[in-house]
């Protein structure tokens, strides 16, 4: 129950995540293949998931970025579109070795790529 983790210090990895644009939570459920939407998407689903090594988004935004970098054992992630400024959320990530955006989401805008990071960033076609 939500007093045990409050008294480890630890938020209940069951507890839903709040999402701030309801769009965000439909593009992660896409990625995630999470059809039925009854079902909360939570920190088990994300951040204690050990299954996720690969996610490929349609569209995705900053909000989503930050959700994903909570996922410990992501090692790609394929981005094709959608509107967000900055990968700098998954700086840092652990294991992420490979990013491949669509060569559409350079040509629309610009988006910040951290210089110090832990992952490759490869331009491609793909749609």
Do not use: C
Not at 35 to 40: I, L, V
Not at 51 to 58: A, I, Q, S
Not at 99 to 106: A, I
């Amino acid at each position: 129950n939500d007093d045990f983790w409050k008294q480890i210090g630890v938020e209940n990895p069951t507890s839903a995540i709040v999402f701030q644009d309801p769009a965000s939570e439909i593009m992660l459920r896409n990625a995630l293949g999470i059809t039925d939407e009854s079902k909360p998407i939570t920190k088990l689903d994300v951040a204690y998931n050990k299954d996720v090594t690969e996610l490929r988004f349609d569209e995705i935004n900053d909000e989503v970025i930050g959700i994903v970098a909570d996922f410990p054992y992501l090692r790609k992630l394929y981005i094709a579109g959608g509107s967000f400024s900055s990968l700098e959320p998954l700086a840092k990530h652990i294991n992420l070795r490979r990013v491949y955006l669509s060569r559409s989401l350079l040509e629309e805008g610009e988006i910040v790529i951290p210089k110090e990071r832990t992952f490759r960033v490869y331009i491609d076609n793909f749609n």
